[in-house]
């Protein structure tokens, strides 16, 4: 019997908030008895963490934005097969730290590469796997800034805030293009203020989840 299992991605500017709340959201899926995968892009198989070292590593700086997007979109494509695909066919809920949707801020929006052809691209390396919600956790990129940096921000990090800026438009265009899918919760509110919205945007699923007998 083919069972299929949860899938939802959060999404949003650095600094945002993703990784302390998927930690939060996995840790209570967990207490409640889920059965739960959580992945971090690029990397999770020993593949993709090799193209993740290439896409880190400082001595790389003559990456350019179409070979960026090529390795992430090829990182990508292993975490879904080797992973992603068999925890959802084992009914497992799959919570990701970003996915698709960062190739289309980040090399769409923020990079300027042609957002069209990042759709296929993203189609051909998820083939067909998409999550059931995406949660875009939304603030300004200078309280994003400021949160990674516990300081105010120099001229150079300012400058990157333009980026972020365009990031973060991106975001919000992607979630009025998929308004189904994509979720946009406030961010700049406090930790478990923005945990109850996540709480409260997860929980019809995983009742669905249990409608299914999985
Ligand atoms: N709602 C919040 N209010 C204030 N500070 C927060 C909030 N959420 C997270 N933080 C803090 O902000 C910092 C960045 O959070 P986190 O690492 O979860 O963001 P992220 O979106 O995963 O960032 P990155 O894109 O760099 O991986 C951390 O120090 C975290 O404790
Ligand atoms: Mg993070």
């Given amino acids: 019997m083919k069972k299929k299992g949860l899938f939802i ?13 998927v930690k939060r959201l996995g840790q209570s899926l967990r207490d409640k008895g889920y059965e739960l995968v959580t992945v971090r892009e690029p990397g999770g198989t020993p593949v993709a963490e090799k193209i993740r070292e290439l896409l880190l590593d400082a001595r790389n700086d003559g990456i350019c934005p179409r070979t960026e997007a090529f ?8 975490l879904v097969t080797e992973v ?37 691209l993203n189609r051909l390396a998820v083939a067909g796997t998409v999550p059931d919600l995406t949660i875009i956790l939304d603030i300004s990129p200078v309280e994003g800034m400021v949160r ?3 300081s105010c921000p120099d001229r150079l ?11 973060r438009a991106g975001y919000l265009s992607l979630s009025r293009q998929y308004p189904e899918r994509i979720k946009v919760v406030d961010a ?5 203020q923005v945990y109850a919205e996540i709480v409260a945007l997860v929980t019809p699923f995983l009742a669905q989840l249990a ?4």
């Fill in 148 to 150: 990674r940096s516990d």
């Fill in 71 to 78: 390795l992430y979109a090829a990182a990508r494509a292993q």
């Fill in 9 to 21: 991605s959060f999404e949003g500017i650095d600094g945002s908030g993703k990784t302390t709340q």
């Fill in 84 to 120: 992603i695909n068999p925890a959802l066919t084992e009914g497992r809920v799959v919570i990701a730290d970003r996915y698709l949707d960062s190739t289309l801020a980040y090399q769409g929006y923020g990079r300027g590469l042609d957002t069209r052809f990042l759709e296929q």
């Fill in 157 to 167: 990090e300012r400058e990157g805030l333009q980026f972020q800026e365009a990031v």
């Fill in 211 to 214: 409608e299914a007998g999985v």
């Fill in 188 to 192: 700049m509110q406090p930790p478990e």
